[in-house]
């Protein structure tokens, strides 16, 4: 019976509305993640790329997570390994949802022409399963990070212009926008003061559950090899080291751990961010 | 009198949510003939739907029931799931609300007539039980009934999809009918035309119709008799005409006063000020003090009990007060 | 129904020229001379094969000239050669395709029922613990790299339990079943060779299983959601109403009218899967176009990599377009053209 779900009778220290379970924990580690991208220079118990030991131990008091196949402490290269991944996630992020977002609220909102000139290439960029148009275009721009980064730009800039576009079809059909348009507001006011304020849980939201799945594919790119080069403490790059040695698990374990706390992060973030910006959509 | 079809004595069904136990019916009482449309009125939110759900034993599993549900001298509750869906569907046909929502958009019409027969005869084939369904349409009035049954609902219009879940309500013959406002999501021409094909079905059936509505004009016009319920409980009961004639209740006495009566002079219509409380803050007392122009002390105080006045049962510390002006009301 | 498709239908050509048409601009834009990327830099210094590369792909004509060159190539299913394995790329992935299948079929079998079956009793025991260890399984699946997951069930299963074999389609020793459908577990039946099914189809498990498990949580999360969403509907209740066995409205009335929403989950899984099938079959030494591609990343094997990138995008277009006339064969709403979802 929806008429009695409201009703709570607790009477102890009740959380602020909006601070759901999802939506603390996933802000949580990821908050952790950034402070030990901040800090971890000063504090880290080695040297992510010198030697510390001998190669291939287990796991043990001194090396918590164990050596590499060089002999380099696997803990710290995996606290290392987030000071490349979260500049690329916030970088390709940052990018994709700039460009993206313009190019889709120009198509929506000047329609004709443009919106299908700018529709089709994002049709035809989503033609690709992201990973093959990844390693095509980091193959062609030649390997690296930097260029593995351009690539994940390029895969995912398309799913923020149709989501913008989407967006601004809808805003526009509102009463105040068909207002502000009645009282001679220009084209671009119109846009930028009346329609696009309304645009941007969705994006957030997006953006947010986005994160993990960048930090997902960057990692994989360096894996295959096109991404970090060694002896670049990258989660990929690492569990391909580790891959070769796969009986030795621990050597993959600390960054296979890393990224699934930061895909399940963002996905808990995302999901706690929709219900509160967007409670109807949950 | 011989065995009542229905007979539901002090029910009572609560629903626990977060530690805290609402009643949503309290101490209900209702009788249903066979052969008789039986009309329970009240706004939405007084418990009339809950009731039915509650001899269907179809509530959700936070609701608790007491009292006793007796079909044709049956006791239902304490039934297993297991024993109730060889009543659900053969005894009682349940008649939803929403067409648009009480038919399954990916299966065909005529399939889902079939199943309610194929559900509780084994030894019926799938080709009779097509055949069966064809039949139900042709009952129910509904032209063309071969090649409807092979249609999904999306095809049908509104009256047709409530005719098609009446069919389906039919299809084993049952008992009882009971009716969930059959006629509140149609369009007003439509409505007559359902109401009559259900008076028709329990004359020449013999069933007995509930008919659970918040319109007191639909019970007039086919309703034996009726109960008004409010807040959980049921506050006047008796014949229509008995009733029509004379409410002892100041709520039935409102909810008449809101109908257009078009065979009378030009009367101003009320509305009952005020809205029916919400489940989780009934008023201690009458429930329907807050809106009760008749209110005196004794209201705020004591729940009154159903009593006999005259020849109908009511719920009101003031029935013959509100009786004597509902009769000056007919008479001026 | 044929309106809704045959759009769709249209679209294709049009799409797919632009996959070729980026993967063509891919190719000329790379950072070497893309005389390299046709025939290696071995070769640059023999004037012959340079001379004989620039005559067939038009290398000395204008741009747009070049582009009706490549795209005539493709139309005779001339994809280049490939630098590392000095074969025709077309003939390479042939070559791999069944073993790709294979193995991506597996998993979107295991990976659908299972994301289905868990789904259901997520929805039916909705708060309870089985929904709760569910929804984690299926969180987990959906969120942990396959190439470290892979690595740890090969470590556990493979390892440390020693139940299942190591990286490889089949035990090393044995030999591959004469081809007819290229996938091995159908091949050794085929030939009534016992052994080599069981090997086979153990060899398959894992990887099928680890590359199954994302699409089990994508889908049974869909499953959940939609179920909760079916279940709250008046047509249960009209079933129950019914007599309606409990199952029977679980699985005749709600799941179907779940499957829906599902179908559209499913289909667009599949970019998943491909991505999982690149990484997947890099872990278990699969020999099909994943990992081919995989070693032409590494290798910088541009025609190589072109290829499976437009056979890549043309298996995604496709299977797209069938989810959409699978929609529209199971919704009976859509085929009169009607709004789905009223």
Same mark, same amino acid.
């Given at each position: 019976m929806s008429l009695l779900a409201n009703q709570s009778a607790s009477s102890r220290f009740v959380w602020p509305e909006w601070a759901t379970l999802p939506l603390v924990g996933g802000g949580l580690v990821i908050f952790a993640w950034v402070i030990v991208g901040l800090t971890v220079t000063s504090w880290a118990p080695f040297d992510p790329v010198k030697l510390a030991g001998m190669r291939f131990q287990a796991p043990s008091m001194e090396h918590w997570l164990g050596t590499d196949s060089l002999g380099r402490d696997v803990l710290s290269r995996t606290l290392y390994g987030v000071r490349h991944s979260f500049p690329i996630a916030v970088f390709v992020i940052g990018c994709a949802v700039v460009i993206g977002c313009t190019l889709g609220a120009i198509a929506g909102y000047v329609g004709g022409w443009l919106d299908g000139v700018i529709m089709r290439f994002v049709d035809i960029t989503l033609s690709f399963p992201p990973i093959l148009l990844a390693m095509a275009v980091t193959a062609s721009l030649g390997p690296g990070l930097g260029n593995a980064a351009i690539a994940m730009v390029i895969v995912w800039w398309p799913i923020y212009a149709r989501l913008m576009r989407a967006q601004v079809l809808s805003v526009r059909q509102r009463e105040h926008v068909e207002a502000a348009v009645a009282s001679g507001a220009t084209r671009s006011r119109v846009l930028i003061k009346h329609i696009l304020p309304l645009c941007w849980s969705p994006i957030i939201v997006n953006a947010t559950m986005d994160f993990g799945q960048v930090v997902l594919l960057a990692a994989s790119l360096s894996f295959i090899g096109l991404g970090a080069v060694p002896p670049t403490p990258e989660w990929g790059q690492m569990i391909s080291e580790g891959a070769v040695q796969f009986?030795? *698990? *621990?050597?993959?374990l600390g960054p296979g751990v890393a990224i699934l706390s930061i895909v399940l992060a963002s996905n808990f973030l995302g999901d706690g961010l929709r219900d509160y910006l967007d409670p109807r959509a949950a | 009198m011989s065995v009542p079809l229905l007979e539901i004595t002090d029910l009572t069904v609560s629903f626990a949510a977060r530690g805290k136990a609402f009643q949503a019916v309290s101490g209900v009482d209702l009788t249903v003939q066979s052969g008789e449309v039986h009309g329970v009125v009240g706004?939405?939110? #007084?418990g009339k739907s809950v009731t039915m759900l509650a001899v269907m034993q179809l509530? #959700?599993?936070s609701a608790t029931i007491d009292g006793s549900i007796k079909l044709g001298g049956q006791e239902l509750t304490g039934l297993s799931d297991r024993q109730m869906r060889k009543i659900r569907g053969v005894r009682i046909g349940y008649i939803f609300q929403d067409p648009m929502t009480a038919l399954n958009p990916l299966l065909t019409v005529g399939e889902q007539i079939a199943e309610a027969v194929r559900i509780h005869r084994s030894d019926v084939s799938r080709w009779q039980a097509s055949e069966r369904a064809v039949e139900l349409l042709r009952l129910v009035a509904i032209p063309n009934p071969e090649k409807r049954a092979d249609q999904y609902p999306h095809e049908f219009s509104g009256g047709m999809r409530q005719r098609a879940v009446i069919a389906m309500a039919m299809a084993n013959e049952p008992d009882l009918l009971i009716a969930d406002e059959p006629t509140t999501a149609l369009d007003v021409t439509i409505q007559a035309q359902i109401m009559e094909l259900l008076d028709q079905l329990r004359r020449e059936k013999g069933i007995g119709i509930v008919l659970v509505t918040h319109d007191l004009g639909v019970v007039a016009g086919v309703a034996k008799s009726l109960s008004i319920m409010y807040a959980g409980r049921v506050v006047e009961r008796g014949l229509v005409d008995d009733v029509f004639a004379a409410p002892h209740h100041p709520y039935t006495k409102g909810l008449l006063e809101s109908l257009p009566q078009m065979d009378q002079r030009v009367q101003r219509l009320r509305a009952i000020a005020g809205a029916p409380p919400p489940i989780s803050a009934r008023p201690a007392g009458c429930p329907f003090h807050p809106r009760c122009p008749y209110v005196i002390e004794l209201c705020h105080s004591e729940r009154p009990v159903l009593r006999k006045v005259g020849p109908i049962d009511v719920a009101c510390h003031r029935a013959e007060v509100v009786a004597a002006d509902s009769g000056a009301l007919q008479n001026a | 129904m044929f309106a809704y498709v045959a759009k769709r239908i249209v679209a294709m050509p049009f799409l797919l020229l632009g996959v070729i048409t980026v993967a063509f601009l891919l190719t000329h834009f790379t950072a070497a001379d893309p005389l390299t990327s046709i025939i290696g830099e071995r070769q640059m210094n023999n004037p012959d094969v340079v001379e004989a590369a620039r005559q067939r792909w038009g290398l000395d004509r204008s741009l747009p000239e070049q582009y009706l060159v490549y795209l005539g190539n493709l139309v005779t299913g001339d994809f280049g050669t490939s630098f590392r394995t000095r074969q025709p790329v077309a003939q390479d992935l042939i070559v791999r395709l069944p073993a790709t299948l294979e193995l991506v079929i597996s998993a979107m079998i295991l990976g659908t029922v299972f994301g289905i079956t868990l789904g259901v009793f997520a929805a039916r025991s909705r708060g309870g613990v089985i929904d709760n260890l569910a929804r984690l399984f299926a969180l987990v699946g959906a969120s942990a790299p396959v190439f470290w997951s892979g690595l740890l069930v090969l470590f556990v299963f493979s390892v440390q339990l020693g139940w299942l074999p190591g990286p490889g389609r089949i035990d090393a020793r044995a030999v591959a079943p004469p081809f007819v459908t290229g996938f091995f577990t159908i091949d050794s039946l085929l030939a009534g060779d016992w052994a080599g099914f069981r090997s086979a189809l153990l060899h398959l498990l894992l990887p099928a299983s680890v590359l199954g498990w994302t699409v089990t949580g994508i889908v049974s999360r869909m499953v959940r959601a939609s179920m909760l969403d079916v279940l709250s509907q008046e047509y249960i209740l009209a079933a129950r109403a019914k007599g309606a066995s409990p199952v029977r409205v679980l699985l005749h009335h709600a799941l179907r009218n779940a499957m829906l929403p599902t179908l559209t989950i499913i289909g667009f899984s599949f970019a998943y899967l491909i991505t999982g099938a690149v990484l997947t079959e890099t872990i278990f030494a699969w020999p099909g176009i994943g990992s081919y591609a995989v070693s032409a990343a590494r290798g910088l094997d541009h025609p190589a990599i072109v290829g499976v990138t437009i056979v890549g995008g043309a298996a995604f277009l496709v299977s797209n377009l069938l989810t959409d006339i699978a929609y529209a064969v199971v919704d009976p709403r859509v085929k009169l053209g009607a709004k789905v979802g009223a």
């Open positions: 009986y030795r *698990w *621990w050597i993959a | 706004e939405s939110g #007084s509530l #959700s599993q | -």
